[in-house]
């Protein structure tokens, strides 16, 4: 079972560590988390919640959870885009391009039906809402261009 250690820190502030044996067994290695960049108040509540998840867990470190840094998105390269797809640097898309991009698909969606498109084959530049100069009913591009003021993901 895990527990939460109080400690006073040099600076007077007060860190709190949730302390716990790996696997909840007798002989499991003991684990520590500290939580001590925040205030008092703010340190005691994330080590409740982290040691919600440590039992919740079943007396594991949580999945993706990154001893002392907390969750974290991987970075990934430019060049090889290794890493899992997100780049932590870049922001995360505004409301309005995720409407955007959800309107385009419906779009997509609603040619597809009209012109009995549905179950064929489409190209990688169909599917984005992009125009390859095909007659309708094709299968290649059934799906009207994004409207001007919505940005690209």
């Known amino acids: 079972m895990a527990s939460i250690e109080q400690r006073r820190r040099s600076d007077g502030g007060l860190s709190a560590r949730v302390r716990w044996r790996l696997g909840g067994i007798r002989d499991g290695q003991r684990q520590v988390e500290t939580f001590s960049a925040g205030t008092d108040e703010q340190n005691l509540a994330r080590a409740a919640g982290f040691r919600k998840m440590v039992e919740a867990a079943g007396q594991q470190w949580p999945d993706g959870w990154v001893k002392g840094e907390g969750f974290v998105r991987t970075h990934t390269t430019a060049a090889t885009g290794a890493g899992g797809g997100v780049d932590r640097y870049t922001p ?53 261009a994004a409207a001007p003021h919505c940005p690209e993901i």
Not at 97 to 111: E, F, G, M, P, T
Request: charged fraction near 15%; hydrophobic fraction near 35%.
């Open 92 to 144: 995360p898309p505004s409301f309005t391009a995720l409407v955007c991009l959800a309107r385009r698909r419906i779009d997509v969606l609603h040619a597809m039906l009209r012109h009995g498109t549905l179950s064929e084959e489409r190209t990688p530049a169909a599917a984005c809402g992009e125009s390859s100069g095909h007659p309708p009913g094709s299968g290649a591009s059934v799906a009207p």
